[in-house]
């Protein structure tokens, strides 16, 4: 399968499905690393990993949002992908974008979801004072974070000594395995595993 890895910063989870997608075994391939942002740090990495990349900024469109969401819909057919993963792509999506990639396109979003939708989601972890926390990767529907979940990796939360970074940077490690694994899944179904790294104490599932 034809992917397009959708992003508008450092592009580490992108890393993880580059790497990911390098093996022969692994049941797709990124035609497309597609930013709004040109300045874009993983689109530096994409291009020197000799990836197809696109930077399609949204500045230029304004407020029309859909015009936007065209102008990428146009270089994703042109690259010729068929499944979209959003890594870290921070614009809102309208349903003309959700519906056009309908069942093709999945998130990964940095809590445990439903719980903590949108940003900041680690200090409010830490607010609500929750002990476990995590990440999820998640099919893209209309509403923000709402999709149905495909897989989440959960961590614990250490109340006395976390502060955002320390947690958020215990979650990305997750987000790493998570992202590609869950990809791997629902490629290929639920006969394929989702592998546990070992010395992993992160619950996946
Ligand atoms: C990740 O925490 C991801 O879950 C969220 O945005 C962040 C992107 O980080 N959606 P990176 O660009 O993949 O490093």
């Given at each position: 399968?034809?992917?397009?890895?959708?992003?508008?910063?450092?592009g580490?989870?992108?890393?993880?499905?580059?790497?990911?997608?390098?093996?022969?075994?692994?049941?797709?391939?990124?035609?497309?690393?597609?930013?709004?942002?040109?300045?874009?740090?993983?689109?530096?990495?994409?291009?020197e990993?000799?990836?197809?990349?696109?930077?399609?900024?949204?500045?230029?469109?304004?407020?029309?949002?859909?015009?936007?969401?065209?102008?990428?819909?146009?270089?994703?057919?042109?690259a010729?992908?068929?499944?979209?993963?959003?890594?870290?792509y921070?614009?809102?999506?309208?349903?003309?974008?959700?519906?056009?990639?309908?069942?093709?396109?999945?998130?990964?979003?940095?809590?445990?979801?439903?719980?903590?939708?949108?940003?900041?989601?680690?200090?409010?972890?830490?607010?609500?004072?929750?002990?476990?926390?995590?990440?999820?990767?998640?099919?893209?529907?209309?509403?923000?974070?709402?999709?149905?979940?495909?897989?989440?990796?959960?961590?614990?939360?250490?109340?006395?000594?976390?502060?955002?970074?320390?947690?958020a940077?215990?979650?990305?490690?997750?987000?790493?395995?998570?992202?590609?694994?869950?990809?791997?899944?629902?490629?290929c179904?639920?006969?394929?595993?989702?592998?546990?790294?070992?010395?992993?104490?992160?619950?996946?599932?």
């Amino acid at each position: 399968i034809r992917i397009a890895i959708l992003i508008s910063g450092r592009g580490s989870n992108m890393r993880s499905l580059i790497a990911a997608c390098a093996a022969s075994d692994f049941p797709a391939s990124v035609s497309l690393v597609l930013s709004n942002r040109e300045d874009a740090a993983g689109l530096i990495y994409a291009r020197e990993a000799g990836l197809e990349v696109r930077a399609v900024p949204h500045r230029p469109y304004g407020k029309d949002r859909e015009s936007h969401e065209r102008a990428v819909n146009a270089a994703l057919t042109e690259a010729g992908v068929e499944f979209v993963c959003l890594a870290g792509y921070m614009r809102l999506l309208t349903p003309y974008f959700t519906d056009s990639w309908a069942g093709q396109m999945i998130n990964i979003h940095p809590s445990l979801l439903p719980l903590f939708p949108g940003t900041h989601t680690h200090e409010r972890a830490l607010e609500a004072g929750v002990r476990v926390h995590g990440c999820t990767v998640h099919r893209v529907t209309a509403g923000m974070d709402e999709g149905p979940i495909i897989a989440q990796a959960a961590v614990p939360v250490f109340p006395d000594t976390d502060t955002p970074d320390s947690l958020a940077a215990r979650v990305l490690a997750q987000e790493h395995l998570l992202y590609p694994a869950a990809l791997r899944r629902l490629l290929c179904g639920p006969a394929c595993e989702m592998p546990v790294p070992e010395k992993n104490d992160a619950l996946l599932v």
